[in-house]
Every structure is written in C-alpha cells, then in structure tokens.
C-alpha cells in the first residue's frame, strides 16, 4: 500500500473511539520493526519522524525513500501515513517537498498571531497537495525544561483559533510532558481535555508524550476525542535495555556476536514488545 495523509487515519480512529500510536523512528531498525509490528496486528500507523531524526539519516529524501522502499518490500497493507514530528516552517515545507504525507508544524514558540499565519501558509501548501497538517498551541512540557507536578494546560481559545486554520489534528496540552514523568506528576487535566475537544470542534486531537501515563488514562483520553499519541522515549528506554542485555552477556565477544545485525537483534525485540503493547492498549489492533 502507497503511503497515505494521517488524515482518514485520525478520524476513523476517532469516530471508532481508538488511538493510533504515532511511532517515532530513529533509523532503519526501527522503522522496519514498527511496520512488521503493525501489520502483524492489522493496525494503522504513523511514522513519526523529528527533524533531529532526517538530519541523522541522511535527509527528508533518504527517509521518504527508505520507508516507501520498506513498505513495498515488506509487502505492508496496512495504512501508513509518514509524518513530520515538531517540524520547523521550513523544516515542514522540506517534508512537503520530498513526498511525507503528513507533517506537523510547530509554531507553538511563536507569538499566537504569528503561529496561526505559518500555520494557514503551511496548511495551505500541504493541503494542495493532499497531506495533512497537525499543529500544536501552547507547548507542551518537557523533562528539560523542568517541569514538575503538572505540564501546560493549553488555552481553549488559542485552540479554537488554531482549529479555525484548517488543520486536520491539534495537539495541545493537558498536563502532558515528554520524556519521563517525575514523581509528582498530577496526571492528566480531563476537564482542560473536554474544554479543548469543544474548542476544537470535533478535530482528532493529539496527546504528545505518551510514554509514561498509565492505561486508564490514555483509555480516558481516547474516548474524549485523543486520536494520535506519540511513542519515543519509551521505546529509546527498551531498546537501549536489550542492546544493553546483549553486551553485559558477553554476546558480543562470542563468534560474529559483534555484527551489528546481531548486536542489535535483541534491542530490537525489546522495541517490538513496545509497539506490541501500545497498539494493544490504543486499542487500534484489527482496524487497518
């Protein structure tokens, strides 16, 4: 199956009250291990890539290449949508420009003006040639940038004038953050949540951070109106864990155990049990 915009992915997942994980890949390991797991569980998804992650790969057409070569090989039918993660103006008209079908434009660190113009002038030039757009307002909260107990609680306003743009997803804070959650964090704002849905007017929205909160409230989450919720560091922390696993076992060491094809093998694993998971608690399994 041809690659296509997030934005039929998002609304049957909102209409059908499930959530489509928005996997962030890193490099050809990943990628193929987040497709091989969505097909083999009939699940829509979205590869989400940050402009950190093209930089690392070689460029906006090295990525594109690579996935639309691994969806034909890897024989994929499910529905995969290739998106831009917290993209610059540029960085997203890039993406435009080498063929992702979806791209998110963060303008959220811009005065509130000057973030609904970029993004009307990036909805525009996306939208004519049939990719979607997420947009975020506010910002949401960050491990680095220290925050504690609660992240931001986006402005219902700002979203309904951020929706009037032509989006097709919003993400906007809710006491969500990325990275790993601190101890004291107070949880999700379900109130702020159903004041955005409202503002919003029935666009999927979008809850960043993903790694971290518990089940009952991604599931609450998702039955008022979160379509999108982004994997990363999650899957960072598992990979990480069984590359680790394999070199403190001495693999390694033990006949060709250094070929990256095998030093990799079992971070792997460990990254498929994520994805595994994450479409089963989103509940997207069996919707493709």
């Known amino acids: 199956m ?5 934005k039929s ?4 997942a909102r209409d059908g009250h499930y959530g489509v994980p928005a996997i962030n890949i890193n490099n050809l390991e990943w990628t193929k291990l987040t497709l091989e797991v969505a097909q083999e569980k009939n699940s829509p998804i979205l590869l989400a890539v940050s402009e950190g992650a093209v930089k690392y790969m070689g460029g906006f057409n090295v990525v594109t290449q690579m996935v639309k070569a691994l969806v034909e090989d890897l024989k994929i039918t499910v529905p995969v949508a290739l998106h831009l993660d917290h993209g610059s103006f540029e960085g997203s008209k890039k993406a435009i420009d080498a063929g992702f079908t979806s791209v998110m434009f963060d303008g959220s660190a811009f005065p509130l003006e000057e973030n609904l113009a970029k993004t009307r002038e990036i909805v525009e030039l996306a939208h004519s040639k049939g990719i979607s757009v997420e947009a975020e307002v506010g910002s949401i909260g960050g491990e680095e940038d220290g925050i504690v107990g609660e992240g931001e609680l986006a402005d219902p306003n700002e979203c309904r004038q951020l929706a009037e743009t032509g989006i097709d997803f919003l993400a906007a ?22 004041e955005v849905q409202a503002a919003a007017n029935g666009l999927p929205l979008v809850l960043h951070g993903g790694t971290g909160i518990p089940a009952d409230q991604v599931l609450r989450a998702i039955d008022l109106g979160v379509s999108k919720i982004n994997v990363n560091t999650e899957l960072q922390l598992a990979f990480a864990k069984g590359t680790r696993s394999y070199i403190e076992a001495g693999k390694d060491l033990a ?10 093998s079992e971070g792997t694993e460990e990254a498929k049990k994520v994805v595994r998971d994450k479409i089963d ?4 399994s069996n919707k493709a």
Do not use: Q, T
Request: glycine content about 18%.
């Open 2 to 6: 041809a690659l296509i915009s997030a």
């Open 9 to 12: 992915i998002l609304e049957n």
């Open 173 to 194: 804070g809710i006491g969500n953050i990325h990275g790993v959650y601190p101890e004291n964090w107070l949880g999700l704002n379900f109130e702020r949540l159903g």
């Open 255 to 264: 006949g060709k155990g250094f070929d990256p094809r095998k030093l990799l």
């Open 281 to 284: 608690m989103f509940g997207s």
